[in-house]
């Protein structure tokens, strides 16, 4: 069964940097999982953040990107502000129409 | 402006169903795939199901194979979840969500589904 990966949780200064990332429990990530990012602060759903590794959704600001790091997605906010306080959870495409939520990672900005 | 409004959530014994349905409006409703997403507070968002624009493809995390079933009616908008064989481990709340361009862009507000006896 895959099991994609996250740090369960992640702190770090206002307007410091943070990368967070996304890994399978075999095997690499790559551009053909579409790896996505989703924002999620209590009480509401989900929000884009990136999709298809690197792309922005509509009205995110530009202190939030993707890439792939290594074997793994990443998450970068760079400019870290305190509302970006927030859960994060990314999600890969595993073929087949299946796609795979991380555990997700609680960031805390301190 | 695109709108999800999910229903049909509520209390049920283990081994019971429901049907949880979402209405769609703001978009061309039969021009995207649609999803079903769940969150509990343990395990975090976990990826349901999918239909295909025209219901032809549905696919389904293994977990509800057999017991579940998306289905749609493009002429109401509404995208559906019937769910029989309920488990406490089905205890959640569900989200339907629009996928578009390989990411699920738009969500609803969720509907909680609460399996116990």
């Known amino acids: 069964q895959t099991v994609v990966t996250q740090e369960p949780s992640f702190s770090v200064s206002p307007g410091g940097t943070v990368t967070l990332t996304c890994g399978l429990s075999s095997g690499s990530v790559s551009a053909s999982n579409f790896p996505g990012w989703y924002q999620q602060t209590p009480g509401q759903a989900p929000r884009t953040l990136i999709y298809?590794?690197?792309l922005r959704s509509s009205g995110v600001p530009d202190r939030f990107s993707g890439s792939i790091l290594g074997n793994k997605a990443a998450l970068t906010i760079t400019g870290a502000q305190a509302d970006d306080e927030s859960d994060y959870y990314c999600?890969?495409?595993?073929?087949?129409?299946?796609?795979?939520f991380g555990g997700g990672t609680k960031l805390t900005v301190l | 402006e695109v709108q999800l409004v999910e229903s049909g959530g509520g209390l049920v014994q283990p081994g019971g169903s429901l049907r949880l349905s979402c209405a769609a409006s703001?978009?061309?409703?039969?021009?995207?795939?649609m999803i079903w997403v769940r969150q509990t507070p343990g395990r975090g968002l976990e990826w349901v199901a999918s239909i295909k624009k025209d219901g032809s493809d549905k696919y389904y995390v293994d977990s509800v194979k057999g017991r579940f079933t998306i289905s749609r009616d493009n002429a109401k908008n509404s995208l559906y979840l019937q769910m029989n064989s309920l488990r406490a481990e089905d205890t959640a709340l569900y989200y339907c969500?629009?996928?578009?361009?390989?990411?699920?862009?738009?969500w609803g507000q969720g509907t909680l589904v609460t399996v116990s006896s």
């Open positions: 298809s590794t690197s």
């Open positions: 703001g978009f061309t409703f039969s021009s995207y795939w």
């Open positions: 999600v890969l495409y595993m073929g087949s129409g299946i796609w795979v």
């Open positions: 969500a629009r996928w578009w361009e390989a990411h699920f862009d738009h």
